[in-house]
């Protein structure tokens, strides 16, 4: 299984729940000294606004893991802005890192996934959206509308490929608790009412990959 952006509060949290129930992870991160010392057959770090880190990611964990089965992409960016004040430098990178690097890597694997499928195995990818793709937040436009076209992606990519044996699904918890919005792109956070616990949304988002769950709206995470 490879973990993208396995260096984050949730994607650190559903790497060591995989880790715990013998599942062999690639893990992904964008600085190496993070991913030293991590449960895992192999790591890689790259910035996923790199040109080739959609490939280099892919092929890595193919090469480590024989092929792969299952792709959980946890990383994400924000950024606090009316929408007069966005740089395009900010709009590109956010656009990246949310939508277009994780659209790139699920094209890139396909190729393995489906051999996965042919080979009598569930591949599935798991996308972490939020629930700011359903519902776009003023003062997040750019992050809402980067997320949108993430889980946009995920739902026609996957109603493309249920047939070959893929399972796709996005994730849409409420605020999490990850640290992230003190960690801005740009813009100053407002004060956000107080999240989901990350330890229970990341117990919820492996046993959706556990159970073959095919839909993780907001509700699905009620209590975590």
Known sequence: MLVVGATGVL???????????????????????????????????????????????????????????????????VGFDGVAETSGQDLETMFTVNALAPMRIISVALPSLLQSAAEGNEPMVLTISGIVSELPTAGLASYSASKAALAAYVAAAGRELRRSGIRLVDARPGHTETGLAERPLFGTPPRFPRGHDPAAVADRLVRAIEEGATALPPDAFAGA
């Open 11 to 77: 994607g650190t949290l559903i790497a060591e729940r995989l880790a715990e129930r013998g599942a062999r992870l690639v893990l992904h991160g964008r600085d190496a000294s993070r991913l030293d010392g991590r449960a895992g057959d192999a790591t890689v770090a790259i910035d996923l606004t790199d040109v080739d880190a959609p490939e280099a990611i892919v092929e890595r964990a193919v090469a480590a893991l024989g092929g792969l089965d299952a792709i959980v992409v946890a990383a994400g960016v």
